[in-house]
């Protein structure tokens, strides 16, 4: 008996629900503690730099600047432009300039104070608008575009323009960044972090310290949430605590509370895009072209790659018959941002739902009409603007069963007919789809790795390259592990992530954790499996031979696994293997913006139900209806509940959450009393939720699909909906200005404009 | 030296500053690292425990936000922390995370559990809206709770008569009065009010402190630690809700959640305002005193003490003085107590029947956060439908809770209509002087004020003291107009 396809229960939750589960500030090691000391202003020169007073108090142990970096001073992902330590220009307000290393927190705080830290402010871009007007940018602008946009425009019946703008978004994983570094002999450093990629720390890590990354080893037991906010960002304290370790001869740990961690770490990018469209009388899209600025923060790290991917879902699951849309990152002095569920394309179907639902507005149609036959259809309406051909579109099947089982149009109608009676509070109702491309998008970041051991009494341990973060991705490759290797679950067991088992892997990002590893370590599981096999005949005197629940069955008999796995033993049979994936087929080549980046799609549509007050601006979501694209899902109790977090995260994210920065580049809200992620009140009591049935998609693991960030996009139908019940405020036909995030206040603006079309 | 019950053992917490929170002293000193912490604010629910405090049928299980509570605050008293309920079988509040998914990442999940531990013992949670209500404390980044709440429903109220449930009648908090001295702090807890005065004699700089929800975060978020603290907690005839001859008395070391289980019955106003409360965990903790004591323009309770008339109760050891709420807030953060005198209590007279009366709270989400713009508002009419009382109070829209007072003129001796409401809201700008932060800007203060006072002309048009509907989103209700 298989628990693939099956619900399984979180392969921690037991250990989630005792307090039991450690994550690395549990971990019960003696370590030193630090703090950082953060640059005082958004830009500026350092002009004296002096910690030999914070060396002198009492509990300090020791202070570190660029100075005491052995190797490069730098931790830059992907382009070397992010300093470990500032040395001579600060560059964001709470940049690293310094570590206090000391035996208590109380003790590092007052060595911060005693820094002597002297900056002579310079002009400061603390606006996404700011860097636009000054020509402030981190990447040169990169275009797709399929055919002729210009020509396109001429004589269309109707040209809409417009300008979308959306918020960042902090993580708020509940478990702040932390990383634990222990000293091992030779100068060699063990670090236990809270991270979405090991690899990268590994590595960043050996250039911070000038040795190989044989000499260092990065473990990941679990994290307490990442969302994109530990691929990158966790690798600088996690430098500087093995920077401190090694010099120091002792453990030590670097950790941020909320409000450091909110405000030196990057965010989601925020977008602003400037678009016009065509379409023709009846709705259909004829053109888009489009300008999107990403605010990239004062450092590259994974921007141009997000910026990108907004430019992939900047059709959604629409085909425009000539698009060109093209893309910048913008250089602030604000932290630097990054990775966030989504990876930018978010942000992009953003643009093109508002598009969509202008275009509705316009023409008083209804918007899932509009939505509806804009879809990609067959050839030639199945080619993206970077000239992917659409396979396997399963959107219509999808939109077509979600309209029917939410009742799309009754509810509508029932609708009108409440908003018509009554005056201050209107319902709004909508359904958006979603697209969304799964790959990295680098293409060489499409590998995996895994290493399984067997042990005779028929237990296994599995490593993989993936981290946990909640995701549910352990518990997937338990039960891969389990089915490939005949096991029963519980004789499975999910390692802490580490480089020493799993090397060179790539990022547990970009919703790729289990199509990546499953394979790898379904690859692992066979060979050991194929090794056993012949025991099993000898054993069960039989030819055919099949392994599952724990057992080995064949020619009428079984046996426990455990005792294939023990005459394996005597036989002398190795039972441990690595295996490796590399997705086929993928590619994109930049110079000329065309490629299959994407190895399949997935897909989802969802139905929001609003209710507005046209006093407050204060809104609630009644009802959301998900029917999604899990393909044949490897767990579906785990997918759902990607499905469901993922979709209020997004609503979060287009509603309630606002990251604001005061005009000196300080971050207003930066802890949850003035930064609001949904609370249990937001999520609508009616959330139904349900995986597209019979969805088994070809060449992935076990016929899966993905579903670590599509479903936060799923959001946009609040969005849409929330617009719907605007409008009912004002006139027909009323165009609806509502910014993102859609804050009571954004709201309530939006209903004064709509009334005063009336 | 502080004393206290964790765990079902005794426990005796040496050489620790009497700042020092309970979040801290179990990870750091203890190493139960079950508790965790993620904003040492109250916010997100994490550091979540139970404390056994006396409710009114009984010792009862409370969740509060252990990052906010110093160790001298669970003196005397009896804790359960996540670490504490590992036995043989699951808690059945952990029995139904586990088995609805409700944990993802799993770091929330410790605070969830002691939270639906609470649940689990309560009979009154009776309504989806009411398990939200229990839970909004706890955020949680990954599940989007819809399996957090499958669980609540199945454990709220159940009651199971197991070890907890059977040890309770016997935690009750005990003598809870201390006297401490340590690493340079004084941290007192009297008894009687002889010894408060005589503290106060002996160090008149000390300051107050009772549920800790508010001074708390000087020490977890500032990281400055108050010399001398002086707890109200213990004196108990200041915690006592009652009502005489039409006046509501409220002690003011009653909790919101007292004072919430108080009014659900006798001030549909105050109930409705307390509703939206911070959360479970603040509520349980956090107190009537302490949130008009610090005069803050966002406070909840005071512009619906303010609508409804009332006077706040000062005590020092030589008087007890009564003075008009209005004139108690003197300006911003400044009130009329003066040296070594405590507020006792607020007097609220239960309005006629013929009043219309109504307390909205505006915030950017519902549940948890602080006040955009609050209101009370209360208008009573004669006969004819001649206004003979007008108190239109406001929150968030001056430096200090502030009544609009050129509005309440205008209306009095004119018949109580729209025409009239949306005349009086035109004149909300003489009195309220919004300013914009990231919770909104002044424009959108200024103007929710003015909708608030036109949506409770509407919503009084039937039901003149109009009840909180369940579960409702928009704080104006639809209502007598439709
Ligand atoms: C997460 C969170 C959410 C919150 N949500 C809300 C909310 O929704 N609405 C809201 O209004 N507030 C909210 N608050 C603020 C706070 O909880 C309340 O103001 C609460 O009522 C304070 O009571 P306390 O007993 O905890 O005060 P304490 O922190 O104990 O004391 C606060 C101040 O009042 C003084 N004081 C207390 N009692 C007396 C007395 N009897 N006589 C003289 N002085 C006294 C103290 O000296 C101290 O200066 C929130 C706080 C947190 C942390
Ligand atoms: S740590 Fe967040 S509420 Fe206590
Ligand atoms: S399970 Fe991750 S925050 Fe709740």
């Not at chain 1, 990108?308 to 913008?330: E, K």
């Not at chain 1, 080619?383 to 089982?405: A, D, F, K, M, P």
Request: glycine letters at 10%; aromatic letters at 6%; hydrophobic letters at 40%.
């Amino acid at each position: 008996m298989s628990t693939l396809h099956q619900p399984q229960l979180h392969e921690s939750g037991k250990l989630h629900v005792t307090g039991e589960a450690r994550y690395v500030d549990d971990l019960a090691v003696p370590a030193l503690v630090a703090q950082v000391v953060p640059a005082p202003v958004a830009h500026g020169r350092i002009r004296r730099l002096d910690v030999t007073r914070a060396r002198a108090v009492p509990g300090v142990v020791a202070v570190f600047t660029h100075r005491d970096v052995p190797g490069e001073n730098q931790v830059g992902p992907v382009i070397h432009d992010e300093e470990l330590f500032a040395f001579d220009t600060v560059r964001f307000l709470g940049q690293s300039v310094a570590l206090v290393v000391a035996e208590s927190y109380a003790a590092a705080r007052a060595g911060v104070k005693a820094v002597e830290l002297e900056v002579d402010p310079l002009p400061a871009i603390t606006t996404l608008d700011e860097a636009l007007a000054k020509g402030s940018f981190l990447t040169d602008p990169h275009t797709m575009q399929r055919g002729d946009v210009e020509a396109a425009f001429v004589g269309a019946p109707l040209v809409l323009q417009g300008q979308v703008r959306t918020g960042g978004q902090d993580h708020f994983y509940l478990e702040t960044q932390c990383s634990l570094a222990l000293p091992e002999e030779g100068g060699t450093v063990r670090v236990i972090s809270s991270t979405q990629h090991p690899s990268e720390v590994q590595t960043i890590l050996s250039h911070v310290l000038g040795v190989g990354r044989s000499s260092i080893v990065v473990e990941v037991p679990r994290m307490g949430g990442g969302f994109g906010g530990k691929e990158t960002q966790a690798a600088p304290y996690a430098a500087m605590a093995a920077l401190a370790a090694v010099k120091l001869r002792k453990a030590v740990k670097v950790w941020l509370n909320r409000d450091q961690d909110m405000m030196w770490t990057g965010k989601r990018h925020p977008f602003l895009s400037n678009w016009r469209a065509a379409f023709d009388a009846q709705g259909r899209i004829l053109a888009l072209d489009a300008k999107l600025y990403a605010d990239g923060g004062f450092s590259s790290d994974l921007s141009r790659a997000i910026c990108d991917r907004a430019l992939y879902h900047a059709d959604n699951a629409y085909f425009v018959p000539a698009i060109r849309v093209t893309g910048q990152v913008a250089k602030t002095n604000l932290p630097s941002n990054t990775a966030f569920r989504g990876f930018g394309g978010p942000q992009g179907m953003a643009l093109v739902e508002e598009v969509m639902s202008r275009a509705a507005e316009r023409l008083g149609l209804d918007p899932a009409t509009v939505r509806a036959q804009n879809f990609y259809g067959d050839a030639p309406r199945n080619v993206t603007q970077y000239h992917q051909t659409v396979t396997e579109n399963r959107i219509g099947r999808i939109w077509s069963e979600l309209l029917e089982s939410s009742r799309y149009a009754q509810r509508r109608a029932e609708l009108e007919a409440f908003n018509a009676g009554s005056a201050h509070h209107k319902w709004g109702l909508a359904i958006t789809p979603v697209k969304f491309g799964i790959s990295f998008t680098t293409s060489f970041l499409n590998q995996a790795g895994a290493l399984v051991v067997v042990y005779a009494d028929g237990t296994a341990q599995v490593n993989h390259g993936g981290t946990e973060m909640g995701q549910g991705l352990h518990t997937k490759i338990r039960a891969i592990a389990a089915h490939e290797l005949g096991l029963d679950v519980s004789d499975v067991r999910v390692m802490t992530t580490a480089t020493d088992k799993v090397p060179n892997t790539s990022a547990t990002a970009a919703s790729s954790g289990s199509d990546l590893n499953g394979q790898a370590v379904k690859a692992a599981c066979e060979t050991v499996r194929e090794r056993l096999v012949p025991i099993a005949q000898k054993l069960l005197g039989a030819e055919a031979v099949s392994f599952a629940g724990g057992f080995a069955t064949g020619g009428g008999k079984a046996v426990p696994m455990r005792e294939v796995t023990q005459a394996a033993y005597l036989a002398q049979v190795s039972m441990s293997a690595t295996g490796y994936y590399r997705t086929p087929g993928i590619n994109y080549d930049r110079a000329t913006a065309k490629g299959k980046p994407f190895h399949y799609f997935a897909y989802g549509a969802a139905v929001a139900e609003v209710e507005l007050s046209g006093l407050t601006g204060e809104h609630r979501v009644r009802r959301v209806d998900i029917l999604h694209d899990a393909g044949r899902s490897l767990s579906p109790s785990i997918d759902v509940g990607q499905v469901e977090g993922g979709f209020i995260q997004g609503v979060g994210w287009l509603t309630c959450e606002e990251v604001r920065f005061d005009g000196k580049g300080f971050l207003a809200t930066h802890s949850p009393d003035t930064y609001k992620i949904p609370a249990c009140g937001d999520t609508p009591t009616e959330f139904h939720v349900k995986l597209l049935e019979n969805a088994a998609q070809e060449g992935v693991i076990h016929g899966s699909k993905a579903v670590g960030e599509p479903p936060l996009m799923l959001a946009l139908s609040v969005v849409a909906a929330l617009r719907h019940a605007v409008s009912a405020f004002g006139p027909a036909k009323t165009e609806v200005e509502l910014a993102m995030p859609c804050t009571p206040e954004a709201l309530l603006f939006a209903v004064e404009h709509a009334k005063s079309k009336g | 030296m502080i004393r206290f019950n964790l765990n079902g053992a005794w426990v005796e917490a040496s050489d620790v500053a009497p700042t020092t929170t309970l979040l801290r002293w179990l990870r750091d000193t203890r190493g139960l690292s079950g508790t965790k912490e993620g904003c040492a604010e109250g916010d997100c629910g994490a550091c979540t425990v139970a404390v056994v405090e006396q409710g009114a049928k009984g010792p009862e299980y409370r969740a509060v936000n252990s990052c906010l509570l110093l160790l001298p605050m669970v003196h005397g008293k009896h804790v359960v922390t996540v670490d504490g309920l590992k036995r043989e079988q699951l808690h059945p509040a952990q029995q139904a995370l586990a088995e609805a998914l409700g944990s993802q990442c799993g770091y929330c999940t410790p605070g969830v559990v002691m939270t639906l531990f609470e649940a689990t013992y309560r009979g009154d949670l009776d309504a989806p809206w009411k398990l939200d209500d229990q839970l909004c404390g706890n955020l949680c980044r990954c599940t989007g709770y819809r399996p957090i709440r499958e669980a609540a429903q199945q454990v709220a109220g159940t009651c199971p008569a197991d070890e907890f449930s059977k040890a309770l009648p016997a935690s009750a908090p005990a003598d809870t009065s201390l006297q401490l001295e340590r690493a340079g702090q004084r941290f007192t807890t009297p008894a009687t009010f002889d010894a408060l005065w005589d503290e106060l004699d002996a160090h008149p700089d000390a300051r107050f402190v009772v549920g800790g929800t508010d001074l708390s975060l000087e020490i977890t978020k500032r990281f400055q630690a108050p010399p001398k603290l002086v707890s109200l907690e213990a004196l108990a005839p200041l915690r006592a809700l009652t009502e005489v001859d039409g006046v509501l008395r409220l002690g003011a070391t009653a909790t919101i959640s007292e004072l919430e289980a108080f009014t659900a019955a006798r001030s549909p106003a105050i109930h409705r305002m307390v509703r939206y409360f911070g959360a479970r965990q603040i509520k349980h903790r956090g107190t009537i005193g302490g949130n008009l004591c610090t005069a803050s323009p966002i406070g909840d309770l005071a512009p619906v003490f303010l609508s409804l008339g009332a006077t706040a109760v000062l005590r020092s050891r030589a008087t007890e003085r009564r003075v008009p709420l209005h004139e108690f807030f003197v300006a911003y953060r400044k009130t009329a107590l003066g040296p070594k005198e405590v507020l006792a209590a607020i007097e609220v007279p239960r309005p006629s029947p013929t009043a219309r009366s109504v307390a909205y709270k505006v915030s950017k989400r519902r549940e948890l956060d602080i006040s955009t713009v609050s209101a009370g508002l209360f208008v009573d009419t004669d006969a004819s439908n001649l206004v003979t009382v007008a108190r239109f109070a406001f929150g968030g829209v001056a430096a200090t809770p502030k009544r609009a007072t050129a509005a309440e003129r205008a209306v009095v001796g004119k018949p109580w209509t729209r025409e009239t409401a949306l005349a009086a809201s035109k004149l909300l700008g003489e009195d309220l002087t919004p300013l914009s932060d990231h919770r909104g800007s002044a424009n959108y203060r200024a103007l929710v004020a003015r909708n608030l006072l036109v949506g409770f002309f509407d919503e009084t048009l039937t039901v003149r003291q109009p009840a909180l509907q369940s579960g409702h989103a928009a704080t104006v209700q639809p209502g007598g107009l439709s």
